[in-house]
């Protein structure tokens, strides 16, 4: 109540300062924000909206700061000085005593230190909303990471969940724009998830399997046997951020090796896979020896359908060629469309922005990735609505466009990109992948060979059937008749009293052509 209040204020003082506060109408406006600043502390009420938000969430806690978070991501629906303010969020919160970390790993591995780690280091490498992390050594001398959830956290995010489902439902009613309700399901879902070290351990397994065959693309082992509900152990992988100087010194050669490196990693997670790390930012991401790239934090990840990510590969080929009649079409084709959405406007106005983006063709300017976020944000526009993984999506191609930017300031990620899309679709429509896909359908298609003689029997008795029934309506045509003769009668009646021919004569017509109608 109180943000909605501050709201208010900012709202009527931005108002003020752009039409001068001239009128009746804002002298009422006035006179309430007056009385909203007894509630509201003054400091904060100064504050510009977007200001307010952000600091109104970290006073709330954690839930509401990872909600900030959330939030941040959909620049599709939320104005810009909103989700810029709010990447302006905490990254970190105050850290736990050591002791009560120690206590949460053994109470979770059931196990007393000493018996399971040489030295664990008690000063945190990061405390954030959901867990705080500590670098460690085992017994037999590996550098670990150890990621323990905080207590209580789990408890806290189910009860704000439903509380803001409960909020998120009403406020569907008041800001449809901004789907309120579904922005809360899909925060309650990818917060919830990440509480969960245990599912985060699998994705990282998923990630190793899925990228064995490429050892230049790396992820830190799981240490199963340190790892439980509460608590994750993984491999330290010990290398240097892309954003850093350091990373600066690397060759030439080294740079586009990474480049590319990333592209590939980047596109098979979004295109061929449809698992892809959802939380990606320059503090997620190692230059390791070799060179190679190294994925790190998993614990937020994004899935795509086998249907979403075939229009998503399509989207991202028509852009890279310049097949922008194509990218807007399968754009649209994974839009949530409601009665009032406009498709055709928003394919014409995503065509015109493609149209501008290859104009410029400079990272500057406008990248491939703000494309993409701008082609979402078109969506608000034309009230189409589209699936959050899309925008975690296009969030990781931000952070590898402006990584590749830093590793090469003529770095054009079309060029790039479009060399590993081709590789996808070449792998998808292979001879051999369409055998084999032809060979999983083969059960179906046999069982349907098998049963076409009795279906085909059956379709021609029950044909048979419907000939030989006697009408189910005897008096079907009696309302066709009575109608035929009203007309006819109304007609005569209308021309015995004189009325003007173009009254009676078509009525008359009606009385003859339906009883002809019906004897043809």
Not at 149 to 160: A, E, H, T, Y
Not at 227 to 243: K, S
Not at 372 to 395: C, D, I, T
Request: charged letters at 25%; aromatic letters at 8%; a negative charge.
């Amino acid at each position: 109540m109180l943000l909605l209040l501050g709201g208010y204020i900012a709202w009527v003082e931005a108002r003020r300062r752009r039409l001068g506060g001239r009128g009746p109408v804002f002298r009422v406006q006035a006179a309430f924000a007056w009385l909203c600043r007894l509630f509201v502390d003054e400091e904060m009420a100064s504050l510009p909206f977007p200001i307010q938000l952000r600091r109104r969430l970290e006073d709330l806690g954690p839930t509401y700061v990872k909600l900030g978070q959330i939030l941040s991501l959909r620049a599709d629906i939320l104005p810009e000085s909103v989700t810029s303010e709010l990447r302006n969020l905490l990254a970190s919160l105050p850290e736990l005593p050591f002791e009560v970390i120690a206590s949460r790993i053994e109470e979770s591995l059931g196990r007393p230190l000493d018996s399971m780690f040489e030295e664990i280091d008690p000063v945190p490498l990061g405390s954030a909303s959901i867990a705080q992390t500590h670098r460690a050594t085992t017994l037999s001398g590996e550098q670990v990471i150890l990621k323990v959830v905080k207590p209580g956290i789990r408890d806290l995010l189910i009860r704000d969940a439903a509380l803001l489902k409960f909020f998120g439902a009403i406020l569907q009613h008041i800001i449809p724009r901004y789907q309120p309700r579904l922005v809360a399901e899909e925060f309650c879902e990818y917060s919830l998830r990440e509480v969960e070290m245990l599912r985060e351990a699998e994705n990282t397994e998923t990630f190793i399997e899925n990228f064995k065959d490429i050892p230049e693309i790396v992820f830190p082992r799981v240490y199963r046997e340190f790892t439980a509900e509460n608590v994750l152990c993984q491999e330290f992988l010990e290398g240097i951020r892309p954003d850093k100087d350091a990373a600066a010194q690397l060759t030439e050669e080294e740079r586009q090796n990474l480049i590319d490196i990333g592209a590939s990693a980047i596109i098979r997670m979004l295109y061929e896979d449809g698992f892809f790390h959802a939380d990606l930012h320059p503090g997620n991401l190692l230059v390791l020896p070799g060179p190679k790239v190294g994925f790190i934090d998993l614990g937020m990840v994004g899935r795509l359908e086998p249907d979403l990510r075939h229009h998503l590969l399509f989207t991202y080929f028509g852009m890279v060629t310049e097949d922008f009649e194509n990218a807007s079409r399968h754009l649209s084709e994974v839009a949530i469309v409601h009665e009032h959405s406009d498709v055709p406007g928003f394919r014409r106005a995503m065509r015109e922005l493609c149209r501008r983006w290859r104009r410029a063709a400079h990272f500057e300017e406008m990248s491939l990735a703000m494309l993409m976020l701008r082609s979402l944000q078109l969506g608000a526009r034309y009230n189409l609505y589209f699936p959050v993984e899309m925008v975690l999506m296009v969030k990781a191609l931000v952070t590898y466009e402006g990584v590749g930017y830093l590793m090469d300031p003529e770095f054009d990620v079309a060029v790039v990109s479009r060399r590993h899309v081709l590789r996808i679709f070449r792998s998808q429509f292979s001879p051999g992948r369409l055998f084999q896909q032809a060979l999983r359908s083969a059960p179906d298609l046999a069982d349907g060979l098998v049963r076409l003689p009795l279906l085909v029997s059956e379709g021609l008795r029950i044909l048979e059937m419907q000939t030989r029934r006697p009408p189910q309506k005897p008096l079907a045509g009696l309302r066709g008749t009575i109608f035929g003769a009203s007309s006819l009668v109304s007609g005569a009646i209308l021309a015995a009293y004189g009325s003007p021919w173009y009254l009676w004569a078509p009525l008359m017509m009606i009385g003859i052509l339906i009883p002809l109608r019906r004897e043809g």
